[in-house]
């Protein structure tokens, strides 16, 4: 069963930083194109950032451009969202997802989600 466990998230200042994990198990990363997805309260969940098995196509939201940065260690499993410059509306469920779709693009065919962590960006 394919398993996403996102870790990082917590309460910070306005332009603090925090930085967000996203582990697999049951299968291997190496594969699969990983997308960081958040939700704030009362509006649609949105693509913040994707990146491919290779790590060589990545994109990145408007929104969070020059502040965040993804990044992938396949030898560890695992994706990361370094998120710098964190803004009040950066505030939402930050989640992790899985796409056999090697095109890093927010619509591609992610099937398999992690459960999510809170980002709270508050003075």
């Known amino acids: 069963q394919l398993q996403l466990v996102e870790s990082g998230g917590g309460l910070v200042q306005p332009g603090g930083s925090l930085r967000l994990s996203c582990a697999a198990s049951?299968?291997?990363?190496?594969?699969?194109?990983i997308g960081w997805f958040r939700q704030a309260p009362g509006k649609e969940r949105e693509g913040v950032s994707c990146i491919i098995s290779s790590g060589a196509s990545i994109n990145y939201a408007d929104s969070v451009k020059g502040r965040f940065t993804i990044s992938r260690d396949n030898a560890k499993n695992t994706v990361y969202l370094h998120m710098n410059s964190l803004k009040p509306e950066d505030t939402a469920v930050y989640y992790c997802?899985?796409?056999?779709?090697?095109?890093?693009?927010?619509?591609?065919?992610?099937?398999?989600w992690g459960q999510g962590t809170q980002v709270t960006v508050s003075s």
């Open positions: 997802a899985a796409s056999p779709v090697t095109i890093a693009t927010f619509s591609a065919d992610f099937g398999s």
């Open positions: 049951g299968f291997t990363l190496d594969y699969y194109t």
